[in-house]
């Protein structure tokens, strides 16, 4: 299987990488290391060491013999780039981590607010836009978080899936629908999966799109 790892540098898209690739699938990552670029900003590290992707790569074909292909590239900007790519790679899969992934981060200050709107929004958007394009029939997997029904704590199960309710109609009938779960986000980096959500729902809809959209919860520790 070929698999493109969009955000492969992360501290999820990393390890997923090579965790698909010991099993013997063809994995290539695309990244703008922007995760690299606002630490150095912040003035901040990782608690662990991260190497460069060039030593990354590098150790990973040495310790397995297997090679993951890189492309430095944003998603957000580089729409025609994305295309190409696409065309070029014809990945089965595609598994999409490529978003600015902390919420402190989003509410830090009107700028981090509006490039985490920007970057996330638009590579989700891109992306599809780009499957649509190039008239791949690739499955998409996004990692979403349970941050995006809030933290009210109403104790309400969240089905898998849509959530199924009843609503009348104009002449009072009651008609049964599938909706999206309501949501509650608590900060912009939540808000932007809120909106992958509904980007996902049209393009699987409107053209046929396949998406699997993983919403998950906190993991703690350096082994996982």
Known sequence: MNVLVLGGDGFCGWP????LSARGMKVSIVDNL???R???QL???SLTPIASMETRLGTWHERTGRVIEFSALDLAHD???LCELLRRSCPDAIVHFAEQRSAPYSMRSPATK???VQNNLAATHNLLCALVETGLDA???HLGTMGVYGYGGNDAPIPEGYLPVRIRDAKGRWRDREILHPTDPGSVYHMTKTQDQLLFAFYNKNDQIRVTDL???IVWGTQT
């Open 79 to 81: 729409y025609d780039a």
């Open 43 to 45: 003035g901040t590290a």
């Open 139 to 141: 499955h998409l997997v």
């Open 38 to 40: 606002i630490d150095h």
């Open 114 to 116: 509006r490039y985490t």
């Open 215 to 217: 919403h998950q919860g």
């Open 34 to 36: 922007s995760r690299r």
């Open 16 to 19: 997923t990488a090579l965790h």
